[in-house]
């Protein structure tokens, strides 16, 4: 932990001389962290030694299905306009969510004429575990 701290205030220091002695126009500077694309590391001088990912590879895909799968509840939410929990064809259909009226057949596997999220939860999974087997 003191190596560290050592080394975050070696490089902390170097930093703010440098800066005291570079101009602001010299073009060997590095860009402001406005102008430079967003790192995928905290911070930019940190030693490479010292850097980690801000997330890590295997909860990023998880991370991002849980993302996706949040806003496709809140559309369905919106969609149902009648607040049964349920969605019909014809919902689906006017609230945009093409995907749901192509599909409608598959996803109503019951043909009860309305589909729950669950519903298509289990169609999506349905849909993932075939592509992964081809």
Same mark, same amino acid.
């Given at each position: 932990?003191?190596?560290?701290?050592?080394?975050?205030? +070696?490089?902390?220091?170097?930093? !703010?001389?440098?800066?005291?002695? +570079?101009?602001? &126009?010299?073009?060997?500077?590095?860009?402001?962290?406005?102008?430079?694309? &967003?790192?995928?590391?905290p911070?930019?001088?940190?030693?490479?030694?010292?850097? =980690?990912?801000?997330?890590?590879? +295997?909860?990023?895909?998880?991370?991002?299905?849980?993302?996706?799968?949040? =806003?496709?509840? =809140?559309?369905?939410?919106?969609?149902?306009?009648?607040? !049964?929990? &349920?969605? &019909?064809?014809?919902?689906?259909?006017?609230?945009?969510?093409?995907?749901?009226?192509?599909?409608?057949?598959?996803?109503?596997?019951?043909?009860?004429?309305?589909? !729950?999220?669950?519903d298509?939860?289990?169609?999506?999974?349905?849909?993932r575990?075939?592509?992964?087997?081809?």
């Amino acid at each position: 932990m003191k190596l560290l701290q050592l080394a975050m205030l +070696t490089v902390v220091m170097a930093m !703010s001389q440098a800066g005291a002695q +570079t101009p602001a &126009t010299d073009p060997v500077a590095p860009a402001p962290a406005a102008v430079r694309s &967003t790192p995928a590391y905290p911070e930019p001088y940190l030693p490479p030694a010292l850097r =980690k990912p801000l997330r890590d590879a +295997t909860t990023g895909p998880v991370l991002l299905r849980y993302q996706a799968m949040q =806003k496709l509840k =809140k559309r369905f939410d919106d969609a149902d306009l009648d607040g !049964s929990g &349920t969605l &019909t064809r014809d919902e689906a259909r006017k609230a945009g969510l093409g995907f749901i009226d192509k599909n409608f057949e598959h996803i109503d596997t019951y043909q009860r004429g309305n589909v !729950s999220f669950d519903d298509l939860k289990a169609y999506l999974m349905q849909r993932r575990e075939e592509a992964r087997s081809r």
